[in-house]
């Protein structure tokens, strides 16, 4: 339902826009297609006693895709559709809270074995949070791994909304004539970050923090694994969050609601999940 509601509601934004959204003949039959899919995966085993082994993966696993394909189209429907971006704003509130912009404050701390290894530590994003759905499988905990999945799936998806709503690009952009210094690292840095950057292009993707959010999410559902494993995302988390700003990817506010946002989702998000499964 969750996925439904959302391309449903992404085709109807579509639509309103239609003029002014490229491709969005193709958009909205790809949205069709994936409720289709959707549709399909859910309820071919309440009609047929054996479904194919790959639908019975992708009933399971078809979040994962989704998310990735409804980020790369809300870059597209942002640029199209909002047209402006709030990083001054964010900048402000950030200096307001703080004195300084955090970013530049942030550079009396740099080095480039810190930086190195913050960089490794963003990189390792969606490794990590996938790690604990793929530790669930394992174990063959499959109604965990599926609430998991679902609160992954609702996490992704509001901050998308955000990602509309507030459109911000990040301070390593606005803030960059501001910064005396460059962030180097040792031997990794410039590889991993150019990844980063072909793969999120120029995706108005800050506002809240969705790192924030999803490692907040990860760690506490990593418990249901093991008491070391909650430790060690602890620790990754602290290293996460800061490396945010380190970096330059996020203004404090937008860790600020990232952080929030996950909180909330962690109370609603159990209820949510059993009326989506009520006939």
């Known amino acids: 339902m969750l996925f439904l509601a959302y391309l449903s509601a992404s ?12 491709g969005a003949g193709w958009l909205v039959c790809l949205h069709l297609l994936g409720m289709l899919l959707v549709v399909l995966a859910v309820k071919w085993p309440a009609w047929r006693a054996t479904a194919p082994a790959s639908l019975w993966l992708f009933r399971y696993w078809y979040p994962v895709p989704y998310v990735a394909a409804c980020y790369k ?3 597209g429907l942002i640029a199209a559709i909002r047209g402006v971006d709030l990083d001054a704003a964010l900048a402000r509130l950030d200096f307001a809270l703080w004195g300084v912009h955090p970013t530049v404050w942030l550079e009396g701390l740099q080095t480039p074995v810190l930086t190195e290894f913050l960089q490794i530590v963003y990189t390792l994003f969606l490794p990590m949070i996938l790690l604990v759905a793929v530790l669930l499988w394992w174990q063959r905990r499959r109604e965990e791994f599926r609430y998991y999945a679902f609160l992954l799936a609702l996490g992704f998806l509001v901050s998308y909304l955000g990602y509309f709503l507030v459109p911000v690009r990040g301070p390593r952009f606005l803030l960059n004539s501001q910064q005396s210094l460059p962030l180097e690292g040792l031997w990794s ?15 108005y993707d800050c506002f809240p923090s969705g790192h924030t959010e999803m490692i907040i999410l990860a760690w506490w559902n990593s418990r249901r694994i093991s008491a070391n494993l909650f430790g060690i995302f602890a620790v990754y988390m602290v ?19 990232g952080a929030v ?11 949510l999940h059993g009326a989506g499964k009520r006939p």
């Open 189 to 203: 840095f410039q590889f991993l970050r150019g990844i980063l950057d072909r793969l999120e292009a120029a995706h």
């Open 73 to 75: 189209e809300m870059s």
């Open 239 to 257: 290293c996460m969050v800061f490396s945010t700003v380190y970096l330059r990817y996020h203004y404090t506010v937008d860790v600020f609601a």
């Open 11 to 22: 085709g109807l934004l579509i639509a309103v826009f239609w003029n002014r959204v490229p």
């Open 261 to 271: 946002l996950a909180l909330g989702l962690l109370g609603v998000a159990p209820r």
